[in-house]
């Protein structure tokens, strides 16, 4: 499959007066045309960062992207500035995003149709009223009923998910190549969640976009995504295709993640166990592998002795893990 | 929409009604009397008695009120004690002289001090920012007359740019009026201008850091849009309560800058009355600026509901 997002070595950092977070620590993802990447992890993993990098939209101080390469149809989105016009054609144009918030992510003092309509206009240079029925179809494709009334709406008018699909509305307006999602279901009920996920799916189907999942949420992800990427303090440390990594996950942290939540298909009176501890302080990283301290599997005098560990071929279709048990191990088997 | 604006009319006058009876009681509580300042040392128990009479000074103080709220109905506000001139005449002739300084100074105050806020909050942490900032508390800081007399001093006295002081109506000489005004509209204008400055630039702060602001970033909005029309809508609605705050002070405040540049305006006469104890000129200035301060916060409420929908539509 054709690469349409390759992000390589990505290094982001914050710089705070508790010193250098390292919230996006040489982290390599690809994403091909037409297909749904879901990235997991921890609140604080980076996940966000990480695309937040991807369109330079980092808080600026006291966040930086140091170093990395974001090849996006085969140019580097890195070498033009963050406020360049370049980057203001892809971001909306070519890369959409949706956030966490339907909430709080839309102008509460701007109609709907104002922000739709200004998306498009912008991308499309279309004259004001020929956007705004763009808006109309816009808002009508994503299932939103009475769309000439809504686009008068104001966002406090509406419930989370309509908020929701108003998003993805204009993500869909401007014809994106890709949807970055970030967490965007987490604040909605669980009907509504499938809903938004299926507007999302139809979309790739339809128009061959691609998608990225940023998630906490495992059980989402397992039903919609081709590939997932784990994410721990700021590094990816297990990737692979959804049906590898849930049948045979290799890092202790993604087994432990899939052992924390509760499924349908499991054995009765299975316990749910929880990841102990809490992520660690990006701040302060050890040179160590950086789930040591909540590992259940760590051998001693192995895993505490080694500096932290890189992806490695884990097991066919791609599959890779970061972590000592699946190198050092079975070499020393 | 008719019963908010209903609610807020009738709250209007009920400020109204208690600034009123507020003034009223105040200025009888001075110590100091009028009847004996106007007529002087010499004049006789018998000739006081008669001019209080004149007055209605002689009833007790509730009639007294009630008589003068009734004669305001009327249009008439009585006569100064002093001099016998009708306050309404003083009213006409000096409102419209404070009036010409202060609508220009809100004007001047609240667009340079908006202007200067999201410059300085989209700059921030530049030298532009720093010295914004400098200026802004160097004029919440330092005193108005101080500004207003080094001004003269400077412009005035060393450079011959402006006149030393008085005031020309715009009617008679246009030219006249701004060379007259500029200073004095200028040092009214400062204290609006730093306060607006100084809360438009954090409003704008905090507003650019909101999930909707990176949105429209996310969507690849110009930067001129994302400022002008995501951030600054939102962040000008606290605004709004401050400029509806600014307009008492520029009515009431100029009385400083009135005094420093002898404008016979309503400033000036508000002094005068004070210190000769003129209870209606005192009590006619006070309901004056209140009305303005009444009106204005009304105002305010009027353009909450354009600038915010929200509340627009709760007024249905």
Not at chain 1, 125 to 140: M, P, Q, T, V, Y
Not at chain 2, 134 to 163: D, K, T
Request: glycine share 8%; proline share 4%; charged share 20%.
């Amino acid at each position: 499959m054709e690469k349409l997002l390759d992000v390589r070595n990505l290094r982001t950092s914050f710089f705070t007066s508790d010193g250098e977070v390292r919230a996006v620590n040489d982290v390599s993802f690809h994403v091909g045309a037409g297909e749904v990447v879901a990235i997991v992890g921890e609140s604080g993993c980076g996940k966000s960062v990480t695309q937040m990098s991807v369109v330079q939209l980092v808080q600026s101080p006291p966040g930086r992207i140091l170093g990395g390469e974001v090849i996006f149809e085969g140019e580097d989105l890195l070498k033009y500035p963050r406020k360049s016009r370049k980057m203001m054609s892809i971001r909306g144009a070519k890369i959409a995003m949706i956030f966490q918030e339907p909430m709080t992510s839309l102008n509460p003092v701007l109609t709907v149709g104002s922000q739709l309509s200004e998306v498009i206009r912008t991308h499309t240079g279309a004259r004001r009223k020929d956007a705004w029925n763009s808006g109309i179809k816009a808002l009508e494709s994503v299932g939103i009923p009475d769309p000439e009334r809504r686009m008068k709406s104001y966002p406090f008018e509406m419930s989370g998910g309509m908020r929701q699909r108003v998003m993805i509305a204009i993500a869909a307006a401007c014809n994106a190549k890709l949807i970055i999602a970030d967490e965007p279901t987490t604040a909605l009920d669980v009907t509504t969640q499938a809903q938004v996920m299926e507007l999302l799916l139809s979309l790739v189907k339809e128009r061959g976009t691609s998608l990225i999942i940023v998630t906490h949420n495992l059980g989402l992800v397992t039903r919609y995504a081709d590939r997932i990427y784990v994410m721990y303090a700021g590094k990816i440390v297990e990737s692979g295709t959804t049906r590898d990594l849930l049948t045979e996950p290799k890092h202790p942290y993604t087994a432990g993640l899939l052992r924390s939540v509760p499924r349908l298909d499991a054995q009765k009176d299975v316990d749910l166990v929880p990841i102990k501890g809490s992520p660690p302080n990006l701040a302060e990283l050890d040179w160590r592998c950086a789930f040591l301290p909540r590992c259940r599997c760590a051998l001693e005098g192995t895993c505490d002795k080694l500096k932290q560990p890189v992806l490695a071929p884990a097991g066919e279709r791609e599959h890779f893990a970061a972590c000592h048990l699946l190198t050092e191990v079975s070499e020393n088997d | 929409m008719f019963g908010y604006f209903l609610k807020r009319i009738l709250v209007s006058l009920l400020t109204l009604i208690l600034v009123s009876i507020f003034a009223f009681s105040i200025i009888h509580l001075l110590p100091g009397d009028p009847v004996k300042l106007a007529l002087g040392e010499a004049a006789t128990e018998e000739k006081i008695a008669q001019t209080k009479e004149e007055f209605g000074l002689d009833k007790p103080q509730a009639v007294q009120y009630i008589n003068w709220v009734r004669n305001i109905l009327k249009g008439d506000f009585g006569r100064s004690i002093l001099t016998r001139e009708r306050i309404t005449d003083l009213l006409k002739t000096r409102l419209p002289i404070t009036l010409s300084l202060s609508i220009p100074a809100l004007f001047i105050g609240v667009l340079t001090g908006v202007f200067a806020g999201v410059v300085s909050a989209v700059k921030r942490g530049t030298l532009l920012d720093n010295s914004l900032a400098f200026f802004a508390n160097f004029c919440l800081g330092v005193p108005q007359f101080w500004i207003a007399i080094m001004g003269v001093y400077v412009l005035s006295r060393e450079l011959h740019l402006i006149p030393l002081q008085g005031y020309v109506s715009p009617s008679e000489s246009f030219s006249g009026f701004v060379s007259h005004a500029i200073w004095p509209v200028i040092c009214i204008s400062l204290s609006a201008f730093a306060v607006l400055a100084r809360q438009t630039r954090s409003n704008v702060l905090e507003v650019i850091q909101q999930d909707y602001v990176r949105t429209a970033r996310a969507n690849g909005i110009a930067e001129r849009s994302v400022i002008t029309k995501h951030t600054l809508k939102n962040a000008l609605i606290p605004v709004v309560t401050l400029i509806g705050m600014q307009m008492r002070v520029l009515v009431g405040g100029s009385i400083i800058v009135e005094s420093v540049f002898n404008i016979s305006g309503l400033g000036n006469l508000l002094v005068r009355g004070i210190n000769s104890r003129d209870y209606f000129i005192v009590e006619a200035c006070v309901l004056v600026i209140s009305i303005v301060t009444v009106l204005a916060n009304f105002m305010v409420d009027i353009a909450y509901g354009f600038l915010d929908p929200r509340i627009r539509k709760s007024w249905r």
